[in-house]
């Protein structure tokens, strides 16, 4: 008998206790929990007040040395591929044009003042497939391709997804490669007929 | 008990100010030979089930909710989220309103129905103010107590009707719930009547008014009313399936409940009538303890409080904040218990629930036989 009455006691003690607690943080919602971080003194007294985060609107930044979306900086890329090849699920994808030789200064030099050699026509990043292991950004030789501390970039169309860093339109690439190709055959039929003359030179002094 | 013994500050008004006087005029209105008045009378409550539970039923619990759990709620519809529950409505009325092929399809359709109906009929004798009843019943209370079992019928038709393990499981729980937690329920609003000697819902409230406001209202009329009071009210949690007697529905368990297999406006039905009986068993405990629309604040010497706060006008604000005031401790309990398992629900019902109704029924008997 003294068990029944102690649980209706028991029953009523605790409900009263939890509607007590329930009750404070309603009245508390009046005003927001502290901003505190971990490292904070206080950051155990701030249990009161709302928490939620409206999120377009209020955004915890990101720390500044995180690895999130890729990004490429196209002036500073030799087009050498180190990130194509490091890259363990081939999110990126790469083609390159050699620069003719009265380009180069054109193409110009990366900002540590390393002569590039290689137009970058396709440089795409499927952040889609990207995984954000940062293999790619370490294997970088000049650090042109780094993260960036933008966490939300959702897209309604995959394809938006697929990011172009590419530093020739279309146009200009088939030019550049024209050229190349005309700088090779010229090349070529230059080296032919050289070795015809050395031929017939050599037929002349026999 | 004569209709003078209402304290009336004077309001200027078409239709008097005497005890339902607004009703009776409306009663008496007919147009065409059609009986007009009668339908509005029946509109006034649907229309306030309808918005109440628009805003303070959805939108009230989605904002107290939140708070209690230091969250925000709806923000984003409306300043502070509040058309959010308009959207809501938009969205449910656009819904495919769906019957499952291995349905029992009369029983599916008809099962809101009845549910609604049973919600909605016991807010006939609601009094809404002293000017103001749907049915002035002499048998008001009782009226009330038995047309809600109805509901049952109507929890029954849907789960059954659903043909889903879920729906039925949570019609039956739900069903015993009801049925077992109208014992105690009828017993401590028996303590009430007592108290007042009538069954008649405005005479109940009309015995409750007096010049010291609160002092006068049964929850303070005996020294074991406030008995009575708490058991109704923990009873009548089980009745309209609040947490923590939310077994019908357990989310977590039930997916839920009854009305799992309902969609669009069924379903929008469904939840009408649960948020219209939450209001119905508010005012029900606050007409029978806490004097319905009489208002709680005393004379004090020559400020006349309680002159000055009664009235047809003032009596429905007094009883719609009370009914509200229920339904916020109802909501607050939701989100501070857990849900009972079930057999703790019955062992809550008969072992201790029941032999305290019974005691309390007694011992007011007693108070009123042997009264100082």
Not at chain 2, 310 to 338: D, H
Request: proline fraction near 5%.
């Amino acid at each position: 008998m003294s068990e029944y009455f102690g649980n209706i006691k028991t029953g009523a003690v605790t409900i009263a206790t939890g509607m007590g607690i329930t009750l404070k943080h309603f009245f508390n919602a009046i005003h927001r929990k502290g901003d505190a971080g971990l490292d904070d003194v206080d950051y155990f007294r701030q249990v009161d007040g709302l928490c939620t985060l409206q999120y377009p609107r209020e955004v915890i930044p990101t720390p500044a040395n995180a690895r999130y979306r890729l990004y490429n900086k196209i002036e500073d890329c030799i087009g050498c591929g180190q990130c194509v090849r490091a890259c363990p699920i081939s999110c990126i994808e790469m083609e390159t044009i050699k620069v003719a030789p009265d380009d180069l200064a054109v193409c110009g030099k990366t900002s540590d003042g390393q002569q590039k050699k290689f137009w970058v026509p396709v440089f795409d990043i499927d952040v889609a497939k990207c995984m954000t292991c940062g293999i790619c950004t370490t294997v970088c030789p000049t650090e042109c391709l780094y993260h960036t501390p933008v966490a939300d970039f959702s897209e309604f169309d995959r394809s938006n997804m697929l990011y172009h860093f590419g530093n020739l339109t279309r146009l200009e690439a088939e030019a550049k490669r024209r050229k190349l190709a005309e700088i090779q055959a010229k090349a070529l039929a230059d080296k032919e007929k050289k070795a015809a003359e050395a031929k017939l030179e050599k037929k002349d002094g026999e | 008990m004569s209709t003078t013994a209402l304290s009336q500050f004077s309001i200027p008004l078409l239709m008097g100010n005497s005890l339902n006087a607004w009703s009776d005029a409306l009663a008496g209105f007919y147009l065409f030979g059609l009986p007009l008045g009668l339908v509005i009378i029946a509109a006034i409550p649907l229309v306030f089930i309808a918005l109440y539970s628009l805003t303070y039923g959805v939108y009230g619990e989605r904002k107290i909710s939140a708070f209690m759990q230091d969250r925000l709620g709806p923000m984003e519809v409306g300043k502070w989220g509040i058309l959010q529950t308009i959207a809501d409505i938009l969205k449910l009325l656009q819904k495919e309103d769906i019957v499952p092929a291995s349905a029992d399809k009369f029983l599916f359709v008809v099962g809101p129905g009845i549910l609604f109906v049973g919600s909605f009929l016991a807010f006939a004798v609601l009094p809404f103010s002293p000017a103001f009843i749907g049915a002035s019943l002499n048998v008001g209370l009782f009226f009330a107590i038995g047309i809600v079992a109805i509901e049952v019928v109507g929890i029954l038709a849907a789960g059954w009707g659903s043909n889903n393990k879920w729906s039925l499981y949570g019609a039956v729980r739900s069903v015993a719930q009801i049925v077992s937690y109208e014992i105690p329920a009828a017993i401590a609003l028996l303590c009430g009547a007592m108290m007042a000697g009538t069954l008649d819902m405005q005479k109940i409230n009309i015995l409750q008014s007096g010049s010291y406001g609160f002092a006068h209202f049964f929850l303070f009329h005996s020294p074991i009313a406030w008995l009575p009071f708490l058991i109704y009210f923990i009873a009548s949690l089980a009745e309209v399936n609040r947490a923590p007697f939310d077994i019908p529905e357990a989310e977590s368990e039930l997916v839920a409940g009854y009305f799992t297999e309902y969609t669009g406006m069924k379903f929008a039905v469904i939840f009408l009538a649960e948020y219209g009986s939450m209001f119905m068993v508010s005012a029900i405990i606050s007409i029978v303890f806490l004097g319905g629309w009489n208002s709680p604040l005393p004379n004090l010497g020559g400020v006349a409080l309680n002159d000055w706060t009664n009235g047809p006008v003032w009596g429905a604000l007094w009883i719609i904040s009370k009914g509200f005031f229920f339904i916020f401790v109802q909501m607050w309990l939701r989100w501070t218990l857990p849900r009972l398992r079930v057999d703790q629900l019955m062992y809550l019902c008969w072992k201790v629930l029941t032999p305290f109704a019974f005691i309390s029924f007694v011992l007011t008997a007693i108070w009123e036989v042997y009264r100082p």
